[in-house]
């Protein structure tokens, strides 16, 4: 069973800045779709960003421009880039892979389209 595995979360002041990593233990993350998930206090889980394997990047509308999703395969390492962060990016994040192939880029902010998901990294943002 892979398993996925995600660090960097932490208790910062409302306009830093945070990088979050994950990484996978049997597969390299070259061969997975991956992507990030969060979940705010009291709230459901929503997407944040997805990169494919060919390097195809989906980010979710109120994420654009503050986060960036990228991947370094020699390092076996998913990032998640997020600046000026606010309060109301105070949530668990996810992090997800998955080995199918989906034709339609929307179809990987999706949480049915991961099959490997991590235990979560909390990011606390504070006013």
């Known amino acids: 069973q892979e398993q996925v595995v995600e660090s960097g979360g932490g208790l910062v002041p409302a306009g830093a800045s945070l990088r979050l990593s994950c990484v996978t233990s049997k597969r390299t993350i070259r061969n997975y779709a991956m992507a990030w998930f969060r979940q705010p206090p009291g709230k459901e889980r929503e997407s944040v960003a997805a990169?494919?394997?060919?390097?195809?990047?989906y980010y979710a509308d109120s994420m654009k421009g503050r986060f960036t999703i990228s991947r370094d395969n020699a390092k076996n390492t998913l990032f998640l880039q997020m600046n000026s962060l606010k309060p109301e990016d105070t949530a668990v994040y996810f992090c997800?892979?998955?080995?199918?192939?989906?034709?339609?880029?929307?179809?990987?902010?999706?949480?049915?389209?991961?099959?490997?998901w991590g235990q979560g990294t909390q990011v606390t943002v504070s006013s």
């Open positions: 997800a892979a998955t080995l199918r192939y989906y034709s339609e880029i929307d179809d990987y902010a999706q949480m049915w389209a991961y099959d490997y």
């Open positions: 990169i494919t394997t060919g390097g195809t990047i």
